[in-house]
């Protein structure tokens, strides 16, 4: 299994600023994801955040409204930049260990935009 | 494109009942299914991994098996408890590790 953790857990931002949200795993894995949970829908994939070099981003997400840094193999942060009201959601890290890749999630990140 | 549909939304249930919970997919070409609890306000919780060679898996009061030909895979739960009242979803990752999710079962056990 992993412990994931997040940092911060919720935050109420203003329209026209940016948040870094931190995710903190207790042992090295290679695949770490970021996912979004808008209001009332489930979740959706961001990106995968690669370590060592630039993260791959579904379709529908860019590096500028989403940069994601992977400096190690137990660290990621995802900057949601530019923020409007429409990026109030539940951002979720996630790893994948195991022969199986099995998933597991950090607790999430609940994010407000005003 | 993949497609991940859960049936029922809701449903309320009295304390003891055995329930299903019903995911389908459309893409049969899928690595692995798994099911997961999310609480409110809450981050997932894994349940169950079903490998896409395997027809089911248990823990506990909780059996999930897939049927890949088909599409679809069903959580079993039996005896319910009033502590099983979460959000249930259903998550198929493709080949190239991108899980696709379900809307979700959102499941009441009254007391």
């Known amino acids: 299994s992993a412990v994931i953790s997040q940092k911060p857990s919720r935050d109420i931002c203003q329209r026209g600023t940016s948040l870094t949200i931190q995710c903190q795993v207790d042992s090295q894995v290679t695949m770490m994801f970021w996912y979004r949970q808008q209001p009332g829908q489930s979740l959706t994939l961001i990106a995968t955040a690669n ?14 409204k989403f940069p994601i840094s992977r400096p ?42 005003t | 494109k993949q497609e991940v549909t859960q049936i029922p939304a809701a449903l309320s249930v009295p304390e003891g009942e055995n329930l299903v919970l019903n995911c389908s997919f459309t893409d049969s070409a899928i690595y692995n299914l798994q099911w997961f609890r999310q609480d409110p306000g809450k981050g997932l919780t894994s349940l169950l ?43 198929v990752k493709e080949y190239g590790n991108k899980l696709v999710f379900g809307a979700g079962t959102i499941l009441r056990v009254k007391s």
């Open chain 1, 72 to 113: 190690n193999l137990t660290f990621s942060t995802l900057t949601v930049s530019n923020m409007s009201p429409e990026d109030s959601s539940i951002y979720l890290c996630s790893v994948a260990k195991g022969s199986s890749y099995e998933q597991y999630f950090g607790p999430g990140t609940r994010l407000t935009v």
């Open chain 1, 51 to 64: 370590q060592g070099s630039e993260a791959t981003y579904e379709s529908g997400f860019v590096i500028d």
């Open chain 2, 49 to 91: 991994l079903i490998q896409s060679s395997q027809r089911e898996q248990t823990s506990g009061r909780l059996n999930a098996s897939l049927d890949k030909s088909s599409g679809r895979s069903t959580l079993y739960i039996a005896a319910s408890q009033p502590g099983d009242s979460a959000t249930y979803l259903c998550a």
